[in-house]
């Protein structure tokens, strides 16, 4: 039994990082045979990436993917930690999964991903959900046969949690969610260590994959017929860092562009590792989209120090201009409102920002404290009351500018990549360049193509059109 410890996750070694290949062996790849699994996954694109390559994994033991965790021999819960809400989903979850279990003494039940890396998480489960099978971290996802061979055979609760990084492990079987637009990982881990974020924890230190190894994933994708992939990592732009030689995001993008895959897209930005090279490489190829992510999380200055964010509100809006020297770009971001110690003045500068800036979208979210983090020992004295006021009114503000921003377009043409059938009965769906949904009436046939649509119609978080 391997435990979280959270005084070793934030060691940050000099120890080098080396490649290894995935291999599975022996007869393990029969305990799934006529079962079915159902994974629930919580968080960001990375907890969806975990999750294509664990149900990949699932399958090559045998398993196939239930449509309903109800029908289910296997259920996961691939978790988040970054704020509270996904903390209680999960919890919430695993209320219903022991009544499930009470009914099914042989229904197998697991956790991973970033909750799994929380000390109190895990003391937790051993303590009140005893009942669980077993548990894996984010740095041991390739353990994943063993540990659930281990939770058959063994009929005791198996938690197998790394609390430092091991080896970048390369050749992972992967079930994609899409045909047409994939998640690639260039880097893992982050080594920023905002006050307010668990990350740094739970996903370890900052390693880069190499060039050759993403590049290869890249080439096999554009062969398999996808037209758009989505560089992955907890801040890509420090993509290359920990290499001995010089090679950044920035060299990155411009060789990915070469392999003629039609789409690139890039996330997420932490502005202090943002480049003038990387604005003068996405200008100059087509194929990297005019949409930057680019998290502000406030617009004071004072309340960005004590977030240990390392720029002001003025670098960040130096930044902002220059990314937007890009034609045609669409910024987003993220805000956090509530913070300890943030007052009615700081709260306004945030307002400023958004109403210079005028984003694109936004992620709005009120300060959640995370236990282990420095941010959370922080005296809280703003009320919850005067907190969900704030973000009501933040909401309100971006809400404007998204819809300002959609309105533009009307009567434009746009770039579309069809990815599905709409929810909108008779339509189809698919995202512009700038990332915007766009529902529109349309062929089944068109799934899967890049086609220009107009825009007829805006709407605050999405747009209406028609084929050309």
Same mark, same amino acid.
């Given at each position: 039994?391997?435990?979280?410890?959270?005084?070793?996750?934030?060691?940050?070694?000099?120890?080098?990082?080396?490649?290894?290949?995935?291999?599975?062996?022996?007869?393990?790849?029969?305990?799934?045979?006529?079962?079915?699994?159902?994974?629930?996954?919580?968080?960001?694109?990375?907890?969806?990436?975990?999750?294509?390559?664990?149900?990949?994994?699932?399958?090559?033991?045998?398993?196939?993917?239930?449509?309903?965790?109800?029908?289910?021999?296997?259920?996961?819960?691939?978790?988040?930690?970054?704020?509270?809400?996904?903390?209680?989903?999960?919890?919430?979850?695993?209320?219903?999964?022991?009544?499930?279990?009470?009914?099914?003494?042989?229904?197998?039940?697991?956790?991973?991903?970033?909750?799994?890396?929380?000390?109190?998480?895990?003391?937790?489960?051993?303590?009140?959900?005893?009942?669980?099978?077993?548990?894996?971290?984010?740095?041991?996802?390739?353990?994943?046969?063993?540990?659930?061979?281990?939770?058959?055979?063994?009929?005791?609760?198996?938690?197998?949690?790394?609390?430092?990084?091991?080896?970048?492990?390369?050749?992972?079987?992967?079930?994609?969610?899409?045909?047409?637009?994939?998640?690639?990982?260039?880097?893992?881990?982050?080594?920023?260590?905002?006050?307010?974020?668990?990350?740094?924890?739970?996903?370890?230190?900052?390693?880069?994959?190499?060039?050759?190894?993403?590049?290869?994933?890249?080439?096999?994708?554009?062969?398999?017929?996808?037209?758009?992939?989505?560089?992955?990592?907890?801040?890509?732009?420090?993509?290359?860092?920990?290499?001995?030689?010089?090679?950044?995001?920035?060299?990155?993008?411009?060789?990915?562009?070469?392999?003629?895959?039609?789409?690139?897209?890039?996330?997420?930005?932490?502005?202090?590792?943002?480049?003038?090279?990387?604005?003068? !490489?996405?200008?100059?190829?087509?194929?990297?989209?005019?949409?930057?992510?680019?998290? !502000?999380?406030?617009?004071?200055?004072?309340?960005?120090?004590?977030?240990?964010?390392?720029?002001?509100?003025?670098?960040?809006?130096?930044?902002?201009?220059?990314?937007?020297?890009?034609?045609?770009?669409?910024?987003?971001?993220?805000?956090?409102?509530?913070?300890?110690?943030?007052?009615?003045?700081?709260?306004?500068?945030?307002?400023?920002?958004?109403?210079?800036?005028?984003?694109?979208?936004?992620?709005?979210?009120?300060?959640?404290?995370?236990?282990?983090?420095?941010?959370?020992?922080?005296?809280?004295?703003?009320?919850?009351?005067?907190?969900?006021?704030?973000?009501?009114?933040?909401?309100?503000?971006?809400?404007?500018?998204?819809?300002?921003?959609?309105?533009?377009?009307?009567?434009?043409?746009?770039?579309?990549?069809?990815?599905?059938?709409?929810?909108?009965?008779?339509?189809?769906?698919?995202?512009?360049?700038?990332?915007?949904?766009?529902?529109?009436?349309?062929?089944?046939?068109?799934?899967?193509?890049?086609?220009?649509?107009?825009?007829?119609?805006?709407?605050?978080?999405?747009?209406?059109?028609?084929?050309?």
């Amino acid at each position: 039994m391997l435990l979280p410890n959270y005084n070793e996750a934030r060691k940050r070694s000099k120890e080098e990082v080396k490649k290894e290949y995935y291999h599975l062996e022996g007869t393990i790849k029969n305990i799934g045979k006529e079962k079915k699994y159902y994974i629930k996954t919580y968080g960001c694109q990375m907890n969806e990436h975990d999750s294509e390559n664990i149900k990949a994994m699932l399958e090559e033991l045998g398993f196939r993917e239930a449509d309903n965790y109800l029908n289910a021999d296997l259920i996961l819960l691939n978790t988040c930690s970054i704020r509270e809400n996904a903390h209680n989903k999960a919890f919430g979850m695993l209320g219903r999964l022991k009544h499930l279990k009470e009914k099914n003494k042989s229904l197998i039940v697991g956790l991973c991903g970033c909750m799994a890396q929380e000390e109190k998480v895990i003391d937790d489960i051993m303590k009140k959900y005893k009942w669980i099978n077993f548990v894996f971290g984010t740095h041991n996802i390739h353990r994943l046969p063993y540990i659930l061979e281990d939770a058959i055979n063994s009929k005791k609760q198996e938690i197998e949690v790394y609390s430092k990084e091991k080896n970048i492990v390369e050749g992972l079987p992967v079930k994609r969610a899409s045909k047409y637009k994939a998640y690639v990982n260039i880097m893992y881990g982050c080594d920023k260590f905002c006050t307010y974020c668990i990350v740094p924890y739970t996903r370890g230190k900052q390693r880069s994959r190499e060039k050759d190894e993403i590049l290869k994933e890249i080439v096999e994708l554009v062969k398999e017929g996808y037209q758009e992939v989505i560089l992955l990592g907890q801040n890509v732009n420090a993509y290359g860092k920990d290499f001995d030689y010089h090679y950044n995001l920035e060299n990155l993008l411009e060789d990915v562009s070469k392999t003629k895959i039609k789409r690139i897209r890039f996330m997420t930005s932490h502005p202090w590792d943002f480049t003038d090279g990387m604005i003068e !490489v996405i200008k100059k190829y087509p194929n990297i989209m005019p949409s930057i992510h680019l998290p !502000v999380q406030s617009g004071s200055s004072k309340i960005l120090k004590l977030m240990g964010r390392r720029y002001s509100k003025e670098e960040y809006i130096t930044l902002f201009n220059k990314i937007k020297t890009i034609p045609n770009v669409a910024v987003s971001t993220d805000i956090i409102v509530g913070f300890p110690n943030e007052t009615e003045e700081d709260f306004t500068e945030t307002l400023d920002l958004v109403n210079y800036c005028k984003f694109d979208n936004a992620y709005t979210f009120i300060f959640s404290p995370r236990i282990g983090t420095p941010a959370a020992k922080l005296e809280d004295k703003i009320p919850i009351e005067t907190k969900e006021k704030r973000l009501n009114i933040l909401n309100e503000v971006v809400n404007k500018y998204f819809l300002e921003n959609n309105q533009k377009l009307v009567g434009k043409k746009v770039k579309v990549l069809v990815e599905k059938e709409s929810e909108k009965p008779g339509m189809l769906c698919g995202y512009t360049d700038t990332n915007k949904l766009i529902n529109f009436i349309g062929d089944k046939k068109l799934i899967g193509k890049i086609l220009d649509v107009e825009v007829t119609e805006a709407k605050t978080w999405s747009l209406d059109g028609k084929t050309c």
